[in-house]
């Protein structure tokens, strides 16, 4: 409840400033993105996808679907739940799926060649903890979680065993998103197991 309360306050902090702006959000989003790119280009590859992530969040995602919803409720939801509600949406064909396209191209047509090309650079990039390296281990971890894959695809390149030496990786964001790539596979995984086990 305190957190919560402290998140509306501070929510409400970036409202009245960005009032007091007199200009047009979106306006102000767009040259926000553009500024932060061209002045900290390194920082915002490296963040540029939890951006997406906020916004197709729940939350979001939820207040334009659902207007009744009460938002509050929907902040409590955890990131698995985010990124089911976002696979939903594009599976189901609403109203987000064109922007969301825009960003996952990658998903409609994943091959294992694809996969081991990435595995290949996360091979020869581990134990490499120089920046650019990190980049590219980053860029490469996030081009896979934007792959829908399948358990036979898994497989077949042994990515997990490639990604999960990323775990304890010395950046924390390489290791964030190795981990939740990680859990979402073994989910994959599971589901598939579960299905065959009833169908058989």
Not at 29 to 44: G, K, Q, Y
Not at 66 to 92: A, F
Not at 108 to 115: G, P, R, S, Y
Request: charged share 30%; aromatic share 4%.
């Amino acid at each position: 409840m305190e957190d919560l309360k402290k998140s509306e306050a501070v929510m409400e902090e970036w409202r009245n400033y960005l009032r007091s702006g007199n200009a047009d959000i979106f306006e102000i989003i767009e040259r926000a993105i553009m500024v932060a790119a061209s002045d900290h280009p390194m920082e915002f590859r490296m963040k540029r996808d939890k951006i997406v992530q906020t916004l197709f969040s729940c939350e979001l995602i939820n207040h334009v679907e659902e207007g009744n919803i009460d938002c509050k409720e929907k902040m409590k939801m955890s990131g698995d739940v985010v990124k089911n509600h976002l696979w939903d949406t594009i599976s189901h064909g609403d109203t987000q799926e064109t922007l969301v396209h825009e960003h996952d191209q990658e998903t409609e047509m994943v091959t294992d060649d694809e996969v081991l090309r990435i595995k290949e650079i996360l091979d020869k990039s581990c134990g490499d903890a120089s920046e650019s390296a990190v980049v590219l281990v980053y860029e490469s971890l996030s081009k896979l979680q934007h792959m829908g894959m399948s358990v036979k695809t898994l497989e077949v390149t042994g990515i997990g065993r490639s990604v999960r030496g990323f775990q304890k990786h010395g950046s924390r964001d390489v290791c964030q998103i190795a981990r939740r790539l990680i859990k979402t596979w073994r989910g994959v995984v599971d589901e598939w197991i579960d299905a065959t086990e009833k169908t058989s």
